[in-house]
């Protein structure tokens, strides 16, 4: 990964694992060779400014759905397909559950962050198309996040209005393709 273009981009940019990132290899490692306005965070915090950011992978859940504004041949991820990866097998429940501990992990460091922005970033969608509440995004409201910036999902139908207000949470969709590989700027600071 050229992680140096995205380094020299303006602005701070803070970094979270996905699904796919094989080059993710330590934490700590790229921490340590992180530029100054790169940050990666891995189930933890990082404090800047007013804000408070945090973030996890999350995974695929049966009552998150997107298939309704898809286009172009996107399979609902299912226990069955997986990841669409017949390479790998996956125990969807333990990886569920891990996932949502590292999810109530993030919350809980936030909790100490009063009158700070509170931005969660996680790879996979906490909510559905239809953004209808669920275990998930009931706990983001419970905690007071006020930002939550996902991704994951591909050939989303362009147009789909994808940043939303529910339940005091703002919800970014933020893929790059959905984005057309252009940064979006979250909050001005």
Known sequence: ?????????????VIIKGNHDYWWSSIKKLRGEASENMYYIQNDIIE?????????RLWN???IKWHSIASRNLVEVTEENGENDKKREFDH??????EMERLERCLSKMQNSDGKLRILMTHFPPVGAN???NEISRRLSENKIDVCVFGHLHNIAPGEVLDRNMDGVRYIFASCDYLD????QILEI
Do not use: C, D, H, W
């Not at 429940?93 to 891990?98: L, M």
């Open 181 to 184: 590989f252009k940064p979006k």
């Open 48 to 56: 800047l400014g007013n804000l408070v950011i945090s973030g996890t």
């Open 131 to 133: 953004f209808e509440a």
């Open 61 to 63: 859940y049966p009552f």
């Open 93 to 98: 429940e333990k990886i569920r559950n891990r």
């Open 1 to 13: 990964m050229k992680l140096y273009v995205i380094a020299e981009l303006p602005g701070r940019k």
